[in-house]
């Protein structure tokens, strides 16, 4: 269930930026949401954790089926990072969700 919350916070906060968003039900796959926007689409692996530093043992590479592929992961209090994947997440890695967002407001990758 608490999966469930970070995901749906997540689509909350891309939908509210003008995405649009679907998700992997039950995480049949390396992906949890699959966000589009005015013909590009990337690829979201969804985490939670209390703790300062997140172990991730999921998909490793930047791409997956040639769609840009980013992991994220909510540590609680307001503080979530989305980055390339990479096996230790530390609370500061990566940047923050909201500026990744505002940073790709208009554009971002092309699904081609």
């Known amino acids: 269930m608490k999966g469930y919350r970070v995901e ?5 906060l891309f939908e509210k930026n003008g ?3 679907i998700r992997a039900g ?3 796959g390396e992906a949890d ?7 590009k689409c990337i690829l979201l692996q969804i985490k939670s954790t209390k703790k300062k530093i997140f172990y ?6 930047n791409r997956l089926e040639g769609f840009p592929y980013h992991l994220v ?7 979530i990072r989305i980055l390339k994947p990479k096996h230790k997440v530390l609370v500061d890695d990566g940047i923050g969700l909201g500026e990744f967002l505002y940073k790709n407001r208009h554009t971002y990758y092309n699904c081609r």
């Open 56 to 61: 991730y043992y999921g998909w490793m590479q």
């Open 19 to 21: 995405w649009v968003v």
């Open 73 to 79: 992961v909510d540590f609680g209090y307001g503080k």
């Open 33 to 39: 949401l699959i966000c589009l926007k005015k013909g």
């Open 8 to 12: 749906r916070k997540i689509r909350i």
């Open 26 to 28: 039950a995480s049949l």
